[in-house]
């Protein structure tokens, strides 16, 4: 007695490519087909496609975070009559020092924070002053290495230039270069017999940024630390100590031992407390996106079922004599699987290649769509960075690749198992 043949032999894949290649008029489905490969390359293409600038916007978005802000910032909690509110540090050196020799700890530094209104040539804009040390400044990522600068920190409170970094955004409200003098109003200035007056400064301008985030690079500005302690009435103080980690995703774990080392009535205010909320509901969001592209997926992997109920009921006269000659239930089963997986695998392949190149590629297809659109089809105040950005993650390639080919293989069993099940003989009545 012959032995039977192992599953998916040879044979069952030349009849299946077979069926596959055949036109309509021979009893095909080729143009099923053809949509169905298509349908599945779009869709898995759709999917990787979103999940990487899903991927890539989060990344960025939280790269400029950390990149330009502390990871956590220190407080003095002020319980005085007035109510509960903040006040300035004294031993602010002290204080830093203690945070920084804790481990995970990279740099602690004391500042000195404002809003004041700045004014050039008769235009003006509301910015955010930042008081520090120019050994400080060298140590913010985003700012002393941004992605464009003009102008050089090596002149930020040396001797007796009172410069300032401004952010790119700031500069360009006010049309500023650098060399040039804004002035900086506070409205809590200097304080005589009479109220406390306006206090207006002239800086100049050594130093120009582009921290990649545009509310960061629309509204700081960076003045040496001596100079903000003056300006801001607080002699031998300061307002905070901003403090960054070395792993800045362990910053809940590092809250105890920092705010410890601040010792009295310190308060902490770390990066997530900040941005936690937007970053659950970009989570929310990728779960959702993942869920409507899955439903893509199943929607052009359904086609296949098509495509193969059709090809079973043109193939029905070509079933009933494979099972004469001697194929069994599971041959016929495989033959019409393969027909169908063959062409979930196809467009699988496509969509992942197209969805990989469109990540590594997403910078001139982004200009190429930008400049067709006439421009403005990014508007950074509104996304937070100036571009579209994507980060090409393996577990989100893998993930469009289970669920394609998972989803092509479990819809192509039934029809398959309706045509191994097909009776020989009223396959063969009528011919």
């Known amino acids: 007695m012959a032995a039977s043949p192992a599953p998916f032999s040879r044979f069952e894949w030349l009849i299946a490519w077979r069926y596959l290649r055949a036109r309509r008029?021979?009893?095909?489905?080729?143009?099923?087909?053809?949509?169905?490969?298509?349908?599945?390359?779009?869709?898995?293409?759709?999917?990787?496609?979103?999940?990487?600038?899903?991927?890539?916007?989060r990344a960025e978005f939280v790269d400029t975070i950390l990149g330009a802000n502390a990871h956590v910032t220190v407080y003095e909690a002020?319980?005085?009559?007035?109510?509960?509110?903040?006040?300035?540090?004294?031993?602010?050196?002290?204080?830093?020092?203690?945070?920084a020799a804790i481990d995970g700890v990279s740099a602690a530094a004391p500042l000195v924070r404002g809003q004041?209104?700045?004014?050039?040539?008769?235009?003006?804009?509301?910015?955010?002053?930042?008081?520090?040390?120019?050994?400080?400044?060298?140590?913010?990522?985003?700012?002393?290495?941004?992605?464009?600068?003009?102008?050089?920190l090596d002149r930020f409170g040396v001797g007796d230039i009172e410069g300032v970094a401004i952010g790119s955004g700031v500069a360009r409200e006010l049309g500023a270069r650098v060399g040039d003098t804004i002035r900086l109003i506070s409205p809590d200035g200097a304080r005589t017999p009479f109220g406390t007056s306006p206090r207006v400064s002239a800086y100049e301008v050594v130093y120009i940024f582009t921290a990649g985030r545009y509310d960061i690079d629309r509204t700081r500005v960076y003045?040496?630390?001596?100079?903000?302690?003056?300006?801001?009435?607080?002699?031998?103080?300061?307002?905070?100590?901003?403090?960054?980690?070395?792993?800045?995703?362990?910053?809940d774990a590092a809250v105890p031992a920092i705010l410890d080392a601040a010792g009295g009535a310190a308060l902490a205010w770390t990066w997530r407390d900040a941005s936690g909320s937007f970053l659950r509901a970009l989570d929310i969001e990728d779960n959702?996106?993942?869920?409507?592209?899955?439903?893509?997926?199943?929607?052009?992997?359904?086609?296949?079922?098509?495509?193969?109920?059709?090809l079973v009921k043109n193939k029905g006269r070509d079933i009933g004599i494979l099972r004469t000659v001697g194929l069994t239930e599971g041959s016929v089963l495989r033959v019409f699987f393969i027909c169908g997986s063959l062409t979930g695998v196809l467009g699988t392949l496509f969509g992942v290649i197209l969805g990989v190149l469109f990540a590594i590629y997403i910078d001139p297809i982004f200009s190429a769509v930008n400049w067709l659109s006439g421009g403005g089809a990014w508007d950074p105040?509104?996304?937070?960075?100036?571009?579209?950005?994507?980060?090409?993650?393996?577990?989100?390639?893998?993930?469009?690749?289970?669920?394609?080919?998972?989803?092509?293989?479990?819809?192509?069993?039934?029809?398959?198992?309706?045509?191994?099940?097909?009776?020989p003989v009223e396959a063969l009545r009528y011919e």
Do not use: C, H
């Open 25 to 57: 008029a021979e009893g095909g489905v080729s143009g099923m087909t053809w949509i169905s490969l298509i349908g599945i390359t779009l869709a898995v293409f759709a999917l990787i496609a979103t999940l990487s600038v899903r991927a890539g916007f």
């Open 78 to 99: 002020d319980y005085s009559a007035a109510g509960r509110g903040t006040a300035q540090i004294e031993d602010y050196d002290d204080r830093a020092a203690r945070i």
């Open 116 to 152: 004041v209104m700045a004014s050039l040539a008769g235009r003006n804009a509301g910015v955010e002053v930042f008081g520090i040390r120019a050994s400080d400044l060298a140590q913010v990522p985003r700012v002393a290495e941004p992605q464009e600068a003009e102008g050089t």
């Open 223 to 251: 003045m040496p630390f001596a100079a903000a302690q003056t300006y801001f009435n607080a002699d031998n103080a300061a307002t905070e100590i901003e403090v960054m980690l070395d792993e800045p995703d362990a910053v």
């Open 288 to 310: 959702v996106m993942f869920v409507i592209l899955s439903v893509l997926v199943l929607i052009a992997s359904m086609n296949i079922v098509s495509g193969l109920i059709m």
């Open 381 to 423: 105040s509104i996304r937070g960075i100036y571009a579209l950005p994507a980060k090409l993650q393996a577990g989100d390639v893998l993930s469009a690749v289970a669920l394609s080919l998972g989803l092509s293989f479990v819809v192509t069993i039934f029809p398959a198992r309706r045509a191994a099940r097909m009776n």
